[in-house]
T-cell receptor, first 114, second 113 residues
Framework: AQSVTQLDSQVPVFEEAPVELRCNYS??????LFWYVQYPNQGLQLLLK??????LVESINGFEAEFNKSQTSFHLRKPSVHISDTAEYFC????????????FGTGTRLKVLA | NAGVTQTPKFRILKIGQSMTLQCAQD?????MYWYRQDPGMGLKLIYY???????DKGEVPNGYNVSRSTTEDFPLRLELAAPSQTSVYFC????????????FGPGTRLTVT
């Protein structure tokens, strides 16, 4: 991937409201796409990933992301957020151009308000 | 499995001092990585390794050195610490690259004053 863009550095949202965290990438070849979550004072952990097949992928805690090849996007959504979803979310892209490159976005800080 | 472990959790260094950040993984992963995370800047790759004895520079290698003598361990050495190296450092590992996710340690928060 040439680049990964997460346009929103911070997203405040009220509890039980829906949220969308945006991720766009630029690449001229096939890509693998990942979302990671970082809870306060912890390392990153995988939330979900798209490798192939169905363009809609889901996590066990209610998040989903849709791969849109034409728009080169992989936005993360949740229909109803909880306080415990407060964290930083990173989009990552892996592609092959002679060698695999794995690039992280700059992160979006989701703050869920009571 | 402990996964990826890092020591120490916190460290304060004076300018010009040196230190080694330790990283170990027990998943028999071939690939290991060192990142630094600065507020609003995401993750920057410092060095990575594709197997024991093989290391390569990432995006921001200046001021750092690594070695990989075993599959399990991937220490990061800071020589002549500078304030610009104040950051949170994460070690990660993966089975391979491409489709494989990276597993991260809990991080080391380093302050250079």
């Amino acid at each position: 991937a040439q680049s990964v863009t997460q346009l929103d550095s911070q997203v405040p949202v009220f509890e039980e409201a829906p949220v969308e965290l945006r991720c766009n990438y630029s690449s001229s070849v096939s890509v693998y796409l990942f979302w990671y979550v970082q809870y306060p004072n912890q390392g990153l952990q995988l939330l979900l990933k798209y490798l192939s097949g169905s363009t809609l992928v889901e996590s066990i805690n209610g998040f989903e992301a849709e791969f849109n090849k034409s728009q080169t996007s992989f936005h993360l959504r949740k229909p109803s957020v909880h306080i415990s979803d407060t964290a930083e979310y990173f989009c990552a892209v892996s592609d092959y151009s002679g060698t695999y490159k794995y690039i992280f976005g700059t992160g979006t800080r989701l703050k869920v308000l009571a | 499995n402990a996964g990826v472990t890092q020591t120490p959790k916190f460290r304060i260094l004076k300018i010009g001092q040196s230190m080694t950040l330790q990283c170990a993984q027990d998943m028999n992963h071939n690939y290991m990585y060192w990142y630094r995370q600065d507020p609003g800047m995401g993750l920057k790759l410092i060095y990575y390794s594709v197997g024991a004895g093989i290391t390569d520079k990432g995006e921001v290698p200046n001021g750092y050195n690594v070695s990989r003598s075993t599959t399990e361990d991937f220490p990061l050495r800071l020589e002549l610490a500078a304030p610009s190296q104040t950051s949170v450092y994460f070690c990660a590992s993966s089975y391979s690259t491409g489709i494989y996710e990276q597993y991260f340690g809990p991080g080391t928060r380093l302050t250079v004053t």
